[in-house]
T-cell receptor, first 112, second 115 residues
Framework: DGGITQSPKYLFRKEGQNVTLSCEQN?????MYWYRQDPGQGLRLIYYSQIVNDFQKGDIAEGYSVSREKKESFPLTVTSAQKNPTAFYLCASSIDRNYEQYFGPGTRLTVT | AQSVTQLDSQVPVFEEAPVELRCNYSSSVSVYLFWYVQYPNQGLQLLLK??????LVESINGFEAEFNKSQTSFHLRKPSVHISDTAEYFCAVIPPGGGADGLTFGKGTHLIIQP
């Protein structure tokens, strides 16, 4: 079955620790995206990548970092510099930037 | 640049009643339009899309949306809702040829079905 997987579903960290969220897709899509979702604020774009070894900042990239070493994988690191990291994180992919996006099930990160 | 406005953050409806979720967009160029649905603690699923052709598009579970270019709207409707339709609904746009960073989303409308 083709799709996007995100792991883990729930993640708990202490303040000051970096944490990496996994996103893998087997849809052979070139473009991948990371969004942050907070109640009442919709989806906000963190980073996106249109091709391997290339990625661009979205609207709220501060405190986050990404890599795109393989077409299938686009991990997101939430660093200690992110002031309010507790949120629901969604990964998505599309054939290219012109098409609709397909979403993973999300990771809920709680930092205390 | 594009923007999307979903006029209602929350819409309560009784089961089996009709519903309309409103979406308006702003763009200097023509756009493709999408509706996504998000069930609690899950990712987004594509519900329906308008790319070209007939301005009325339908989904497999009874939703429909109509593209109105003059009013820059893409409202989502269902004639009779079910309790299982309770979810968050997002409207999104992208210009043909792609935006630099993909889709632009509205802030979402929470559809609450009351028994």
């Amino acid at each position: 079955d083709g799709g996007i997987t995100q792991s883990p579903k729930y993640l708990f960290r202490k303040e000051g620790q970096n944490v990496t969220l996994s996103c893998e897709q087997n849809l052979n899509h070139d473009a991948m995206y990371w969004y942050r979702q907070d109640p009442g604020q919709g989806l906000r774009l963190i980073y996106y990548s249109q091709i391997v070894n290339d990625f661009q900042k979205g609207d709220i990239a501060e405190g986050y970092s990404v890599s795109r070493e393989k077409k299938e994988s686009f991990p997101l690191t939430v660093t200690s510099a992110q002031k309010n990291p507790t949120a629901f994180y969604l990964c998505a992919s599309s054939i290219d930037r012109n098409y609709e996006q397909y979403f993973g099930p999300g990771t809920r990160l709680t930092v205390t | 640049a594009q923007s999307v406005t979903q006029l209602d953050s929350q819409v309560p409806v009784f089961e089996e009643a009709p519903v309309e979720l409103r979406c308006n967009y702003s763009s200097s160029v023509s756009v493709y339009l999408f509706w996504y649905v998000q069930y609690p603690n899950q990712g987004l699923q594509l519900l329906l899309k308008y790319l070209s052709g007939s301005t009325l598009v339908e989904s497999i579970n009874g939703f429909e949306a109509e593209f109105n270019k003059s009013q820059t709207s893409f409202h989502l409707r269902k004639p009779s809702v079910h309790i299982s339709d309770t979810a968050e609904y997002f409207c999104a746009v992208i210009p043909p040829g792609g935006g630099a960073d993909g889709l632009t989303f509205g802030k979402g409308t929470h559809l609450i079905i009351q028994p």
